[in-house]
C-alpha cells in the first residue's frame, strides 16, 4: 500500500501568499521526510520530523507531524516564484525488515506566480 | 564537494541489451538506495543497500540487480531492460543512523529509454 499521499495534487498561488501541502500515510513510522524536486532534477532533502516532534521549523517551512491521523503538512510561507517545484513526502518505516525503507508520495507541484 | 554521482545521464537503447548505471558518493554513508520515476506514480524504490554486501529489495526490484561491493558505490544493473524500464532513476545515499535519522542525498538522475 502506498505509504505517502499527498494532498493536493497541484497547488497554483501568487507571490507572497503561503502554500500548505499535506501528507498521509499508513503505517508506524521513525520520521517523515519533505524534499523538493526541480524540474527534471534530483530530490534535494528540505526537513526531517521525528515520530516524536509535533513541528518543526527551518526558516519559511513549517512541518507539522500529527501521528495519532497519520499525516503530516508542509507549510511555505510568503512564497516566492523560486518555490515552483514539486514537493515530496517520504515515510522511513519503523524497525523490523523494512528499517531504512523509504516510501514517497506522489508529490503536489506547486507553481508560484510573479 | 559531498555529492552523489550517477553515469551516464541519458541513455537511449534496445530492449534485451544489458546496461548498468553507477552510482558513486563521496560521504561515507552506509546507506544507498535506487528508485525510479514515473509519471502519477511518483518514486518507487528499486532496492537499497544498508552497507556493504547487504542489500534488499524494493517495491519493484523485478528485471533489476544491484551489488555493493565498495561502501561508495551501489551500481544498478538491467541484464535484459525491456520497454517498461523507460524512467528516471535517482540514487540516493544516506547516514544510517540510529534513530532514524537518514535525509537522503540525490544524485541528479539518469533517463533511460529503452526501445
Known amino acids: 500500500s502506498q505509504q505517502g499521499e499527498e494532498d493536493p495534487q497541484a497547488l497554483s498561488i501568487q507571490e507572497g501568499e503561503n502554500a500548505t501541502m499535506n501528507c498521509s500515510y499508513k503505517?508506524?513510522?521513525?520520521?517523515l521526510q519533505w524534499y523538493r524536486q526541480n524540474s527534471g532534477r534530483g530530490l534535494v532533502h528540505l526537513i526531517l520530523?521525528?515520530?516524536?516532534?509535533r513541528e518543526k521549523h527551518s526558516g519559511r517551512l513549517r512541518v507539522t507531524l500529527d501521528t495519532s491521523k497519520k499525516s503530516s503538512s508542509l507549510l511555505i510561507t510568503a512564497s516566492r516564484a523560486a518555490d515552483t517545484a514539486s514537493y515530496f513526502c517520504?515515510?522511513?518505516?519503523?524497525?523490523?525488515?523494512?528499517?531504512?525503507?523509504?516510501?514517497f508520495g506522489q508529490g503536489t507541484i506547486l507553481t508560484v506566480h510573479p | 564537494e559531498a555529492q552523489v554521482t550517477q553515469n551516464p545521464r541519458y541513455l537511449i537503447t534496445v530492449t534485451g541489451k544489458k546496461l548498468t548505471v553507477t552510482c558513486s558518493q563521496n560521504?561515507?554513508?552506509?546507506?544507498m538506495s535506487w528508485y525510479r520515476q514515473d509519471p502519477g506514480l511518483g518514486l518507487r524504490q528499486i532496492y537499497y543497500?544498508?552497507?556493504?554486501?547487504?542489500?534488499d529489495k524494493g517495491d519493484v526490484p523485478e528485471g533489476y540487480k544491484v551489488s555493493r561491493k565498495e561502501k561508495r558505490n551501489f551500481p544498478l544493473i538491467l541484464e535484459s531492460p525491456s520497454p517498461n524500464q523507460t524512467s528516471l532513476y535517482f540514487c540516493?545515499?544516506?547516514?544510517?543512523?540510529?534513530?532514524?535519522?537518514?535525509?537522503?542525498?540525490f544524485g541528479d538522475g539518469t533517463r533511460l529509454s529503452i526501445l
Open positions: 540516493a545515499s544516506g547516514v544510517r543512523g540510529t534513530g532514524g535519522n537518514q535525509p537522503q542525498h
Open positions: 503505517t508506524s513510522i521513525n520520521n
Open positions: 520530523i521525528r515520530s516524536n516532534e
Open positions: 517520504a515515510c522511513l518505516n519503523a524497525g523490523g525488515t523494512s528499517y531504512g525503507k523509504l516510501t
Open positions: 560521504m561515507n554513508h552506509e546507506y
Open positions: 543497500s544498508m552497507n556493504v554486501e547487504v542489500t
